[in-house]
């Protein structure tokens, strides 16, 4: 059971940072993954643009999404987490 609540500490943790991470960079549109870690856990990051208007049917630039999702097995059993926000750049 506790291997089960550091894991998913560190899941947590690991999407959180590997958010900031990306968002503190030149955003471009992609997927990346990352190899298994300690954990066995793979981490994918998706950024794509947002085709976003505003009141007057101007698309709004610079805008996207970026997500970031964590699978790993427990036992037998698929496991998924993620984490996403919205972000700007002008």
């Known amino acids: ?6 894991r998913q500490s560190h899941i947590r943790r690991n999407l959180e940072s590997r958010l900031a991470e990306i968002r ?8 990346q993954t990352t ?3 300690l954990f066995g856990v793979v981490y994918e990051a998706e950024i794509t643009p947002l ?3 505003n009141q007057n049917e101007e698309l709004l630039h610079g805008l ?17 987490d993620e ?6 750049q002008p």
């Open 83 to 88: 984490c996403e926000i919205i972000a700007y």
């Open 51 to 53: 085709e976003l208007f």
């Open 64 to 80: 996207y999404r970026i997500k970031i999702r964590a699978k790993w097995k427990d036992g037998k059993t698929n496991q998924e």
């Open 24 to 31: 503190s960079q030149f955003l471009q549109p992609g997927k």
């Open 1 to 6: 059971a506790s291997t089960q609540i550091e």
């Open 35 to 37: 190899e298994r870690d």
